[in-house]
């Protein structure tokens, strides 16, 4: 019929974005005259941007206390000056005892250095209430103007401008050709008004328009007058509406019973003429339940049917419910219905608790009987094996890989269980259980495996063994796990036999030895090797130990150098120059002895200037002499002169003489020789 009509063609107009508040209202489309449109979100897209800005003093103040009592407001050119604000990264105060005064604006207390102040944002006629005297040029502004004032006094101004909505200008020339009338009604300023409305192409523009009186008549209808400017001057304009509960049914029978839950609905064939704020189910073990009982909020603003679930019930019982639906007028209901929850019989429910204080052998789990399903719990606590679904075997406790406890509760929890009997570094499965006469259920498995024990730490030796002399060396070693327990000692130990061991207590110098100032984990770390012999095999390890035991790492071998010797020059050769009077050159070697096991190499140079030979030959002949005997005597030089001895050069730097003799005599010469550089 005509009703069902109506809702459907409610529910169709909203989908389309339309929303209608009643079916009467609906049908009074057809008489309709006069359209008035709303600026701000309706022929605007009420998203306005900041386009002036003027202050009486500090602009980036005045924008900075505006936008912190702004923001407590979601009107949108509130939000407009928080962007703005933001935009211009300025700091937001404190803010209290916010008040939003409808049509006009928003007012605040802000903290601000130490000082209170009563900010007040809004448009002209709140700064008229406030005694707050405007700039008649602001006044002006082609545009929608927010003003900022405190202290009594205006501290500056924004002017906002929104456009147009695309479709804007063509919905109201629609309208004009269906010979209706369109009014454009605004709380905003003047300029701003008559910039949409000629846009807009409105019939008329009102602009500063504010609610003035609003009377409830005892036919349960509102009237609202309103106070606007115009294009004569002032103007009023009245209108009334009939107002009253929602009109709805019970959605009846129940559906979806079980033994705590169920489904009901409803349907809202009127709003009233106001806007369903909430609507719902509400249920009880009495008749005729209220809001005041259990209840639901997901109900529909309008039409149905809808549905709803109740849930938190007792099984067994009798329950009642409605649907209803709350607007401004009050709240109405459908009427009531009954339904009883489902009887409880069958095994128990019971969830599975994580599992803790896990140790080698040990471990706590535990379970939670939430119900018996009306039936006792005769036993219930814990099963656990190895394999997965681990099952109650029946009997008393059992410890051990495949276990059982049988201490958990008759209901409620959670309750703990004791896992006992356990293999070290082995996953387990566990489940809580419970059994009544109806027979035994499981909650949900849960896997643990229990801890590792500790064992030797795992090493590595550095090799090569690095900066090897005679008595000295550098290994090292890595930490690469401590094995589950903290490491005690580490470090290096060598002998000239392999395989060295740690022989405890401190550090030891010498052919055999050890350090201990290795890592507890990680590296690699060194170990300075000492006291040992030159040009001698040794073997290192690195080793740790812990609370299991010691460990090492692989042997690793090097051989100490021989001792060290510094080099040493040998003679130098024979001039290379064999006339009088010229210069050559003389070398030596590094080799009196050669520098070895880092030794020093000799200093000073391997080569040098010399001159021909200085020294007098002298010869005689024979060798052998006999007194009285002839001897011949024959000498050379390079020198001017020479004075021989047991013999006469007569000066001359080289010649011969025949000397006799008497007893065996020396012949040596002495010649004045060349300076030769």
């Known amino acids: 019929g005509a009703p069902l009509a109506s ?100 007012a605040g207390n802000v903290e601000v250095h130490g000082k209170s102040l009563n900010v007040v944002v809004g448009n002209e006629d709140l700064m008229i209430q406030q005694n707050i005297v405007l700039r008649e040029e602001l006044q002006a502004i082609d545009g929608t103007c927010v003003y900022v004032g405190w202290d009594g006094a205006l501290q500056g101004s924004v002017g906002l401008r929104d456009s147009l909505r695309r479709l804007a200008a063509e919905t109201v020339a629609e309208l004009h050709a269906m010979k209706l009338e369109t009014y454009l009604l605004s709380g905003d300023s003047n300029g701003a008004t008559q910039s949409c409305g000629t846009a807009g192409v409105c019939s008329s523009t009102h602009y500063n328009c504010s609610v003035g009186t609003s009377a409830s008549n005892s036919d349960n209808s509102t009237t609202w007058t309103w106070t606007c400017l115009g294009p004569s001057g002032g103007t009023t304009a009245s209108c009334s509406e009939n107002k009253s509960a929602p009109t709805l049914t019970t959605v009846s029978p129940a559906t979806s019973i079980t033994t705590t839950t169920a489904t009901g609905g409803g349907n809202i064939t009127s709003n009233g003429g106001g806007t369903v704020t909430v609507s719902g189910l509400v249920w009880s073990i009495t008749l005729n339940p209220t809001t005041a009982n259990s209840k639901t909020t997901d109900g529909w603003v309008i039409g149905g049917p809808w549905y709803s679930s109740m849930t938190g019930l007792t099984p067994g019982i009798l329950y009642h419910y409605r649907a209803y639906a709350t607007n401004a007028v009050g709240t109405s209901y459908g009427a009531d219905a009954t339904f009883t929850t489902g009887a409880v019989t069958g095994v128990p429910t019971v969830t599975t608790s994580s599992v803790s204080s896990i140790t080698e052998t040990t471990a706590t789990g535990g379970g939670n009987v939430t119900s018996n399903s009306g039936l006792t719990v005769t036993v219930s606590g814990c099963a656990w094996n190895t394999t ?57 498995q849960v896997s643990f495996a229990t801890v590792t024990p500790p064992g030797l730490p795992v090493l590595t030796t550095v090799s090569p063994i690095t900066s090897v002399t005679d008595t000295t060396a550098t290994g090292g070693g890595n930490i690469s ?59 290192v390890r690195a080793y740790a130990q812990n609370s299991v035991g010691t460990s090492y790492g692989s042997d690793v071998t090097f051989t100490t150098t021989g001792p060290v010797v510094n080099g040493g020059w040998s003679e130098w050769s024979e001039c290379s120059a064999t006339a009088c009077g010229t210069t050559g050159t003389q070398t030596r070697t590094c080799t009196n002895p050669a520098p070895a096991n880092g030794g020093a190499d000799c200093v000073g140079d391997s080569s040098q200037v010399c001159s021909a030979p200085s020294t007098v030959v002298v010869t005689a002949e024979p060798a052998t002499i006999t007194a009285g005997d002839p001897v011949t005597v024959t000498w050379t030089s390079c020198a001017t002169t020479c004075t021989g001895t047991n013999f006469d050069t007569g000066g001359a730097p080289e010649g011969s003489v025949v000397v006799y003799p008497t007893t065996t005599t020396t012949y040596t010469a002495t010649c004045d020789m060349y300076d030769i550089e």
């Not at 605007?44 to 202050?55: D, H, I, K, L, N």
């Not at 005690?488 to 100032?517: D, I, K, L, M, R």
């Open 481 to 539: 796990s401590n094995g589950g327990a903290t490491i005690t000692v580490s470090g290096c130990t060598w002998s000239q036999s392999a395989n060295p061991t740690y022989a405890g207590g401190g550090p030891v110098s010498g052919s055999t030895g050890q350090t201990t100032s290795g890592w507890a984990t990680g590296g690699p770390w060194p170990c300075s090797i000492t006291g040992l012999s030159a040009s001698t095999l040794y073997h």
């Open 388 to 444: 997965g679904s681990p099952v109650y075997q029946g009997g008393g406790p059992i410890s051990g890989s495949t276990g059982q406890t049988t201490d958990g509760w008759a209901i409620g929890g959670p309750w703990p269980c004791n896992l006992t009997g356990l293999s070290n570094s082995t996953t387990y499965y566990v489940r809580a259980y419970a059994q009544n006469s109806a027979g035994i259920s499981y909650g949900s």
């Open 7 to 106: 809702a459907i063609g409610i529910g169709h107009a909203a989908e389309q974005g339309v929303l209608i508040r009643s079916t009467e209202a609906m049908e009074n489309i057809a008489h309709t005259k006069l359209v008035a449109f709303d600026k701000t979100g309706t022929l605007t897209r009420g998203e306005p941007s900041v386009s002036t800005v003027w202050a009486s003093g500090d602009v980036r103040m005045m924008l900075s206390m505006g936008a912190s009592v702004g923001k407590n407001s979601e009107h949108s050119l509130s939000k407009a000056l928080v962007r703005y604000a933001e935009e211009l990264q300025l700091p937001f105060f404190a803010v209290s005892d916010v008040r939003v005064i409808p049509g006009l604006g928003v």
